[in-house]
């Protein structure tokens, strides 16, 4: 069982910027797609970005790219989230979610394909 918690979340002004953590419990962690996924009031989870094991690929939902990225540090057990320009728009709850490797990695922006999920932290963006 992989336990994941996020940290780093809060109210920022539009335009501003912000970088979540989220730690993994598992020392395989490194062998996990680590992905970054977010769900606003009323609206469906919506897929962020994605990073490969060992941080070669990354993939880019379309609201995010170009403003957001995703790292990570395999020695730390650690997948970041760097979030810049932001705006009311990506006020939401951001979930981190690790996927063991079974599959094509462009698919890993499917919630499906991620086995655990971290509890949340909220990003509220202010006009």
């Known amino acids: 069982q992989v336990q994941l918690v996020e940290s780093g979340g809060g109210l920022v002004q539009a335009g501003g910027s912000l970088r979540l953590s989220c730690v993994a419990s598992?020392?395989?962690?490194?062998?996990?797609?680590m992905g970054w996924f977010r769900r606003a009031p009323g609206k469906e989870r919506e897929f962020i970005l994605a990073i490969s094991p060992r941080g070669v690929s990354t993939a880019s939902g379309t609201s995010v790219k170009g403003r957001f990225t995703i790292s990570r540090d395999n020695a730390k057990n650690t997948v970041y989230l760097q979030m810049s320009g932001l705006k009311p728009e990506d006020t939401a709850i951001y979930y981190c979610?690790?996927?063991?490797?079974?599959?094509?990695?462009?698919?890993?922006?499917?919630?499906?394909?991620?086995?655990?999920w971290g509890q949340g932290t909220q990003v509220t963006v202010s006009s």
């Open positions: 598992e020392r395989t962690f490194s062998s996990y797609v």
């Open positions: 979610a690790a996927g063991r490797l079974v599959d094509t990695f462009y698919n890993y922006n499917y919630p499906a394909k991620y086995n655990y």
